[in-house]
């Protein structure tokens, strides 16, 4: 198998993971997100973990994205190629953070099991800063430097044709829609977990989805100058006379 193709089924495989990871994450955190009394209930705690876990595969799986593809993107735009590793990285920077809070939820909740009443109120504060902190990191990650991931990629990618167009455009129209409902959710004209929030991630979800099936089963375009070995023929090599030319 080309080095090439590897690589295109590799990143495919990095993409599905880190939606498979944020979904099952964003699904385990639940009683954490969306239950103020969890810190006086010690029956999510697994859940929590286990979510936990799914974001910590998910920071990894976006790192990786940017790792795999750099060699391929640098041959297109070097400086562009090392601003999309260097934003995934930040980009799984900010989902640790969040990984942090939650987690420190949890032991804020085991430290303080069973204190008296009159400590409830500052548990919940401190809980909800807590779930506070995770919220903005879940907009500022998966949605602002998403969005900037994926319109360096696809514009990378439709530059290059890389993939075909129509993958492309998708990313270019995902990535600038959730930048620009992230920036709605930050001025508080809906939640981020809402029916219009869901549908501003619909097309970058189907971008990178669509992506990752592209590369794993059929990888780079062939055509593309970065992905292909151009074989320069010789020039003939001159052959000795045997004799005088005939006149």
């Known amino acids: 198998m080309e080095p090439a193709r590897k690589t295109a089924i590799v990143a495919g495989a990095f993409f599905l993971l880190t939606e498979v990871a944020a979904i099952a994450g964003l699904a385990l955190y639940d009683p954490v997100l969306h239950d103020t009394h969890y810190i006086l209930d010690p029956g999510a705690d697994t859940r929590v973990f ?3 876990l799914f974001e910590i595969v998910l920071a990894a799986a976006v790192i990786g994205t940017g790792v795999v593809l750099f060699p391929v993107l640098k041959k297109q735009n070097e400086g562009a190629a090392l601003g999309y590793v260097c934003a ?4 799984a920077a900010v989902i640790i953070v969040g990984i942090i809070s939650v987690l420190s939820l949890v032991k804020l909740r085991k430290a303080f099991e ?3 009443d009159s400590d409830t109120a500052s548990l ?3 809980g909800k800063t807590l779930v506070a902190i995770h919220d903005w990191t879940f907009l500022i990650g998966p949605n602002f430097i998403l969005g900037a991931n994926s319109l360096i990629l696809a514009w990378l990618m439709y530059r290059a044709k890389l993939v075909p167009r129509s ?3 998708l990313g ?3 990535g600038a829609l959730i930048c620009t409902s992230a920036t709605a959710v930050m001025f508080g004209l809906y939640e981020q977990i809402s029916v219009a929030g869901s549908i501003a991630a619909i097309p970058v979800f189907t971008w990178e989805v669509a992506l990752a099936i592209w ?3 059929k990888g780079f375009k062939p055509t593309t100058p970065s992905t292909r070995t151009t074989t320069t023929t010789p020039p003939p090599t001159p052959q000795p006379n045997d004799g ?3 006149t």
Not at 88 to 91: C, G, P, S, V
């Open 114 to 116: 069973g204190a008296a």
């Open 172 to 174: 270019l129209a995902g």
């Open 124 to 126: 919940l504060t401190t």
């Open 88 to 91: 995934r990285l930040l980009e």
């Open 167 to 169: 993958i492309a455009v």
């Open 244 to 246: 005088p030319s005939p």
């Open 50 to 52: 286990l979510g936990a």
């Open 215 to 217: 590369l794993i089963t």
